[in-house]
């Protein structure tokens, strides 16, 4: 099933993946680590998925040794939950325009509209209520949940996965601002989800002001998250939920931007980088580094500012009660 080794009873009747606190004897568990061996020391699962390093480790339980647990666990996932079925068809409340063209076996659910000109590959999925406007381009397997909406001058790569609520290609947030309030800057450029990208819930990828907003293949977008005209995310990164990347903001490939992040306009962050929760990046990020805080700065030296505060703390009474002293004596 998973490509491993088994120790132990080999007929279990395995139907579900559970942790190893909460799982009964059907189910599968997965053991990731020596951390998690007083959990497994108690675990009623059928059987572990585990590593090398811990087969003996294990005591009585039924073990499948694995080169990569996470990996296993995967591809267990898919053998043991599968997603429900999808036949192809096109709902009768479906409104579809003009010139519009399908690949094979799509799905199109309930009150779905699809605008004129609209170019849909093969084994597409869309969701109830879903709007995707003139000239979208989607490439084959593309899934769009329910209350996804597509804007024009959007291109959705093949098995681009956008969950709900999430919007793509909307208009970018430009104005400039005189005397007499804030005028709309023109938005003018397209929006480019590459290959195998997922957007989650809620989350909006602006339209670009003049050039596209690129996100490359491969990226993961967590929920409620916000990527501004202009940006351009590299290949196969992590945007955790919550964070906020500024307009025109270059990424580069295998960056991780941890939840609530905030990353300021016209920036650079260059591959590998990783970036804190809650970090407020003000400057760029050279390739490689890790940051922290606000302002963002290198992570060890975060920890030693916060280490540094935190053994000041219990002094801040006898400093405030020694400014007192001198100020009664001033006085």
């Not at 975060?302 to 020694?322: K, Q, S």
């Amino acid at each position: 099933m998973v490509g491993g080794r088994l120790y132990g009873q080999g007929d279990l009747p395995l139907r579900r993946l559970r942790s190893l606190e909460l799982a009964e004897a059907d189910a599968l568990a997965i053991c990731l680590g020596p951390k998690y061996l007083p959990a497994m020391a108690t675990t009623r699962a059928g059987a572990v998925l585990l590593p090398e390093s811990l087969r003996d480790s294990a005591g009585p339980v039924t073990r499948i040794v694995v080169a990569d647990p996470a990996q296993a666990m995967a591809e267990a996932a898919r053998l043991l939950h599968p997603r429900a079925g999808s036949r192809p068809q096109i709902d009768v409340s479906a409104r579809i325009g003009v010139g519009t063209t399908m690949g094979e076996s799509p799905r199109i659910e309930a009150f779905v509209v699809i605008g004129a000109n609209v170019t849909i590959g093969r084994g597409v999925r869309i969701g109830p209520h879903v709007v995707i406007e003139d000239g979208v381009v989607l490439g084959d397997d593309v899934r769009l949940d329910a209350g996804v909406v597509v804007h024009s001058h959007a291109v959705l790569g093949h098995r681009v996965w956008c969950k709900s609520r999430s919007v793509i290609a909307g208009e970018g947030f430009g104005f400039h601002s005189d005397a007499s309030g804030h005028r709309r800057s023109p938005q003018v450029g397209g929006c480019l989800l590459g290959d195998d990208v997922e957007v989650g819930a809620g989350s909006c990828v602006d339209r670009g002001s003049l050039d596209d907003t690129v996100i490359g293949r491969g990226t993961k977008l967590d929920n409620l998250v916000h990527v501004g005209h202009n940006a351009r995310l590299g290949e196969h990164c992590l945007v955790m939920a919550g964070t906020g990347v500024s307009g025109s903001v270059i990424i580069g490939d295998r960056v991780i931007l941890a939840g609530q992040a905030g990353i300021a306009g016209h920036l650079s962050i260059g591959n590998d980088a990783r970036v804190g929760a809650q970090a407020g990046v003000i400057s760029s990020v050279p390739a490689g580094a890790s940051v922290s805080g606000y302002p963002a700065r290198p992570h060890r030296e975060f920890l030693r500012a916060m280490a540094a505060l935190y053994r000041l703390t219990p002094h801040v009474d006898a400093l405030e009660a020694l400014g007192r002293a001198e100020e009664q004596d001033d006085g």
